[in-house]
């Protein structure tokens, strides 16, 4: 099946940025959409950014202007690159994958651990 990792999550002040990256390996013919959800305390896990094998992309209205979500498929990874960061977007992000395992009919929905993204003075 598909195992997803991310990585860059860190601390930063608000108006900053951050980089998160996201690495696909495992078993599947391919991969159709990948993607960034984030759920902070309390809170229902939300849409940040998705992008097709395609290249169309989509974004959740709270990150539209600041975040830019990128991919390349022959690694099959995705990144986000965050700008302009407020409190608000503190939370744990998480890669998503929609992807085709060998040997079972159909895409399926994977997730991966999260990264913790903080915003703070």
């Known amino acids: 099946q598909v195992k997803l990792v991310e990585s860059g999550g860190g601390l930063v002040q608000p108006g900053g940025s951050l980089r998160l990256s996201c690495a696909a390996s495992?078993?599947?013919?391919?991969?159709?959409?990948m993607g960034w959800y984030r759920q902070a305390p309390g809170k229902q896990r939300e849409l940040v950014a998705t992008?097709?094998?395609?290249?169309?992309?989509g974004y959740g209205d709270s990150v539209k202007g600041r975040f830019t979500i990128s991919g390349d498929n022959a690694k099959n990874t995705v990144d986000l690159q965050m700008s302009s960061l407020k409190p608000e977007d503190t939370a744990v992000y998480y890669c998503?994958?929609?992807?085709?395992?060998?040997?079972?009919?159909?895409?399926?929905?994977?997730w991966g651990p999260g990264t913790q993204v903080t915003v703070s003075s």
């Open positions: 992008i097709t094998s395609g290249g169309s992309t």
């Open positions: 998503n994958a929609v992807a085709s395992p060998r040997a079972v009919l159909g895409s399926f929905n994977y």
């Open positions: 495992g078993r599947f013919f391919r991969i159709s959409v």
